[in-house]
Every structure is written in structure tokens, then in C-alpha cells.
């Protein structure tokens, strides 16, 4: 089945605390890239990668760092999280020049 | 800078015909897209207009007028199950997708 899966779906860290969020797909897509949803503000990129070892920030990238070794995986690392980090993550992969974006099913972060 | 702008909530009842619109201000525009977005699930593609005109995908169709930076999707014969929430998104050079911050459609029996 074609998909996007993300791990962990549900996380509560405290603040300081490394982390990292998994994504894969496995549909062969160039494209990548993580979002943070908030009450009220949308959906917001964070980063995206246009294929392997290509990244680049977002419209929020502050406190997060990506890496795309693989095609299929694009983790999401925060180093060092703080409250203001609590979200809601989406990954999303596409074909490179393809409108359609395909999500995966989320994950809610809680920093205490 | 780049912004989308469309209405926060719209209410409905069942059979009818709704319109959520969608405003744009962006460099590098490519298209159009809308997304559905149910109760803590993942987006899901519905649409995407890269040229001027009405796309039509079922009961669900959107529109786009690049020389206005508007675009709408309109949605017919309302379902109970069509309550969610919808968001344009606009792709720029680069594929970078920005989203607005959605519409929360509320149908009614």
C-alpha cells in the first residue's frame, strides 16, 4: 500500500530533550517535507527536501533540524525542544512538478 | 512577503452549494491547490489549478483567475461528511507549498 507513515504518532518530552520524529514513504517521491500544524495559524512548512541530500528551510525552520540521506526517509530533529514546540506534525511526499501532496498521519507533540 | 487569506468558518445545510474563496499574494506563483482536512486526520488532496478556469473533480470543483490572485473551490449537493476543514495552498518555484489557515466547513441536517 502506497503511504507516508511517521513515528511516533503521540510524544510527550520535557524541554531540552533530543528528539527525532521518523518519516518514510514509499512511493519513490522526490519530494518531502514537514509541516507543523497550529489552532488558527494552518498549516506551516518547516522544511523540504527536493530529493536526496537537497534540503532547505521552510517558512518556520527555527529549533529544527532535517536530513535526507535516503530518498524514502526525512526525519525531523529537534536538538534541544521548548514548550512552544507543542504541535501537531505532518510529513508529505509527492512527485518533483506533481501538484498532488500525499500526508502522513500526523504526529502530536507535547513539551512540558 | 506572501499571505493567503480565506474565510475562517462557513455553515451550510445538507443539498446545498457552498463557496470558500481564497485570495493569494505571492511571488513565484505555479498553482492553486486545496486540501480536506477532517477532525485530526491527515490533509487530502482535492484539487489543483494551474491555468485560469473551473477544474471539476465530482461534486467538488475550483476555479482560478491568476490576474486576480483568487481562486475558489465550490462544493455541491453538501454531505454531512463534508463538514471539515479546507485550505488552499499555493505552490511556488521550488515546490514550496504554503498553506492558508483554513476554512472550517460545518453542514447541518
Known amino acids: 500500500e502506497a503511504q507516508v507513515t511517521q513515528n511516533p504518532r503521540y510524544l510527550i518530552t520535557v524541554t531540552g530533550k533530543k528528539l527525532t520524529v521518523t518519516c518514510s514513504q514509499n512511493?519513490?517521491?522526490?519530494?518531502m517535507s514537514w509541516y507543523r500544524q497550529d489552532p488558527g495559524l494552518g498549516l506551516r512548512q518547516i522544511y523540504y527536501?527536493?530529493?536526496?541530500?537537497?534540503?532547505d528551510k521552510g517558512d518556520v525552520p527555527e529549533g529544527y533540524k532535517v536530513s535526507r540521506k535516503e530518498k524514502r526517509n526525512f526525519p525531523l530533529i529537534l536538538e534541544s525542544p521548548s514548550p512552544n514546540q507543542t504541535s501537531l506534525y505532518f510529513c508529505?511526499?509527492?512527485?518533483?512538478?506533481?501538484?498532488?501532496?500525499?500526508f502522513g498521519p500526523g504526529t502530536r507533540l507535547l513539551v512540558l | 512577503g506572501q499571505s493567503l487569506e480565506q474565510p475562517s468558518e462557513v455553515t451550510a445545510v445538507e443539498g446545498a452549494i457552498v463557496q470558500i474563496n481564497c485570495t493569494y499574494q505571492?511571488?513565484?506563483?505555479?498553482?492553486l491547490s486545496w486540501y480536506q482536512q477532517h477532525d485530526g486526520g491527515a490533509p487530502t488532496f482535492l484539487s489543483y489549478?494551474?491555468?485560469?478556469g473551473l477544474e471539476e473533480t465530482g461534486r467538488f470543483s475550483s476555479f482560478l483567475s491568476r490576474s486576480d490572485s483568487y481562486g475558489y473551490l465550490l462544493l455541491q449537493e453538501l454531505q454531512m461528511k463534508d463538514s471539515a476543514s479546507y485550505f488552499c495552498?499555493?505552490?511556488?518555484?521550488?515546490?514550496?507549498?504554503?498553506f492558508g489557515k483554513g476554512t472550517t466547513l460545518s453542514v447541518s441536517s
Open positions: 508529505a511526499s509527492s512527485f518533483q512538478g506533481e501538484e498532488t501532496q500525499y
Open positions: 512511493m519513490n517521491h522526490e519530494y
Open positions: 527536501s527536493m530529493n536526496v541530500e537537497v534540503t
Open positions: 505571492t511571488s513565484g506563483f505555479y498553482g
Open positions: 489549478n494551474a491555468l485560469d
Open positions: 495552498a499555493v505552490s511556488q518555484a521550488g515546490t514550496a507549498l504554503i
